[in-house]
């Protein structure tokens, strides 16, 4: 395994560790659940907000060195991604496409939309209960041991869910963890991480609150995740942002690259004679068919398989013949890091070019099945792994954006179509749109003349809500027009207050439709009952916040976990 470089004392204690925590026993997961979101109680963000920004990865360093973690982290291969819209669909095509190839992996990613676990996966299948929960009071009990004048209370829940992450993966003996960011990225906590290889997925105006209100503001946030001698894959962005990205790159010494658009890529799959493989695939006609929905997902896989080469070139030294650039600097064994002899600010590790001889013999004493496979990696030229790449890129799943599900009700004979989509900025609720229109556009004549069009709405306050709601209004093609909480107990009055100030927003963008206006999803839900029971086809469009989403698909049971 690839993160198995650290001293024999450490691995000793860590196996420990595991073998005392498993012999006792723990709440149940319902009540671990209830003990994890205590963790984002008022009093606990009051006292996070006034802690310093800046130190928040210093507190999570100080959690980490307390799990012995520190070191560890410095060794995992790790794919950090940040980005406002789609860093979500990218961290999911980059574990796709790994795992597709023979790779195990760590992804860790939020928010989640049904349960919790989520956040934490294995080879894109998140932690089940039992694990969670041992887990869970496991760090706790050791968290509670280390704490320090300054670091009095436990840590939010963002930041205490990362570092299970972290264990969960170290523990797992993942050949990679690929890292969502979750606010920013400069001063997120997942930066303690030191990445192969970096991401920032297109930039646009959210948390402002907390990122800034000007796209220069927020693209320097994201930019902060760019680390000396690291490369830093980017999407077109916007003039602002892009020259943000651009001057930090230069500051911090990292490589900063716009990829070639996929469907460009894939005009060279078909024509290059080094990919026979792939020639065969499409020679019936067969072009690529990305599982994840909207064309804006092209932009993501663009993004996600160029970051995947680069990492097995800098990781393995797999020859980058696909896209005719020369890897610099390819590593001489097995595995690699190109940042050997660099110091990590938050772990204060050294990586000698010792240990890391000592770490490939480790890989071959200890796991003689996987290392096997490593060393076919090694300086193979990617164009051999391209049918795996492209299983993995029309394999990817990632529940809640532009996700149709189809729903009947054998009682009423009504079929509804959810359209599901988190959409929360305005760049993302046009993709959305155009998603959406697409289909419904494309529905035999009598099935559109016979369907009723409703849309499901939720924002919260810090977000733009009439660039929002704009071009929904000039749809002009739902019959009722449903403004709910996100919130599956009844709503707090203020929440109630702002579905309130979004229907009236919508009246004066001249939006159509019968308004309603919920105080909790049950109610929305039973709103939908009624409004569709004596419809043939329904189509439901549900977007503005993912939490909306996740919470209609635990209620109406759209997704199983």
């Not at 961290?91 to 989520?118: A, D, M, N």
């Not at 988190?422 to 760049?427: C, E, K, N, Q």
Request: with cysteine.
């Amino acid at each position: 395994m690839l993160n198995t470089n650290v001293p024999s004392n450490l691995i000793l204690k860590q196996k420990l560790l595991r073998v005392n925590f498993s012999q006792s026993k723990y709440p149940s997961y319902q009540e671990t659940i209830k003990a994890l979101f205590k963790h984002q109680s008022v009093k606990a963000k009051l006292t996070e907000l006034q802690l310093n920004t800046h130190n928040t990865q210093e507190e999570l360093a100080h959690f980490t060195r307390a799990l012995d973690l520190q070191q560890v982290l410095a060794r995992i291969p790790t794919l950090h991604v940040a980005g406002t819209k789609g860093k979500g669909s990218t961290c999911s095509f980059i574990s796709r496409i790994l795992q597709s190839i023979g790779l195990k992996t760590g992804l860790s990613t939020s928010p989640h939309l049904v349960s919790v676990r989520e956040r934490i996966q294995i080879n894109n299948e998140p932690i089940n209960e039992q694990d969670f929960t041992s887990l869970y009071w496991r760090i706790r009990e050791q968290i509670e041991k280390s704490k320090t004048d300054r670091y009095k209370m436990l840590p939010s829940f963002f930041r205490f869910v990362t570092m299970m992450s972290f264990q969960h993966f170290w523990e797992s003996s993942v050949d990679a963890m690929v890292i969502e960011v979750g606010i920013g990225g400069r001063f997120d906590a997942t930066n303690i991480v030191s990445p192969d290889v970096c991401t920032i997925t297109s930039l646009g105006m959210d948390h402002l609150n907390k990122l800034g209100g000007s796209l220069e503001q927020i693209a320097w946030h994201k930019a902060g995740i760019m680390k000396p001698g690291v490369h830093c894959f980017t999407v077109p962005q916007k003039h602002e942002a892009a020259k943000v990205l651009k001057k930090v790159s230069k500051q911090v010494g990292a490589k900063l690259s716009v990829p070639r658009p996929i469907d460009q890529m894939v005009k060279i799959w078909e024509s290059s004679p080094r990919i026979q493989s792939v020639r065969q695939m499409y020679q019936n006609g067969k072009s690529l068919a990305l599982s994840l929905q909207g064309e804006h997902q092209k932009i993501n896989a663009t993004a996600a398989l160029h970051t995947v080469v680069e990492f097995l070139s800098r990781r393995y030294g797999v020859i980058d013949d696909l896209f005719g650039i020369a890897p610099d600097n390819r590593p001489s064994q097995i595995p690699c890091m190109k940042t050997i002899g660099k110091q990590n600010t938050y772990t204060q590790n050294w990586i000698s070019a010792q240990q890391q001889e000592q770490h490939r013999q480790q890989l071959v004493n200890r796991n003689k099945e996987k290392f096997q496979l490593h060393k076919l990696l090694y300086k193979l030229p990617i164009s051999t792994l391209m049918p795996q790449i492209i299983k993995g890129l029309e394999t990817t799943k990632w529940d809640g954006r532009c996700q149709l599900i189809k729903e009947s009700n054998p009682k009423n004979s009504t079929n509804i179509n959810w359209f599901l989509d988190g959409a929360h900025t305005t760049s993302s609720i046009n993709y959305a749109i155009k998603w959406f229109t697409g289909i419904i556009n494309d529905q035999p004549l009598e099935q559109k003349q016979n369907s009723t069009n409703i849309l499901i709405f939720n924002c919260i306050g810090d977000r733009e809500i009439e660039n929002l709601l704009e071009p929904l209004s000039k749809l002009n093609i739902f019959k009722n027009v449903i403004f709910s909480p996100n919130l599956i107990k009844k709503a707090w009055h203020l929440d109630k207050d702002l579905q309130q100030l979004i229907s009236q927003i919508w009246k004066q963008l001249d939006g159509k439709g019968e308004i309603s206006v919920t105080d909790s999803l049950q109610k929305t839900l039973l709103l939908v009952d009624q409004l569709t029971s004596k419809k043939e086809n329904v189509n439901i469009f549900v977007t503005g916040s993912l939490h909306l989403v996740g919470g209609i698909m635990k209620l109406r049971r759209l997704k199983k976990i």
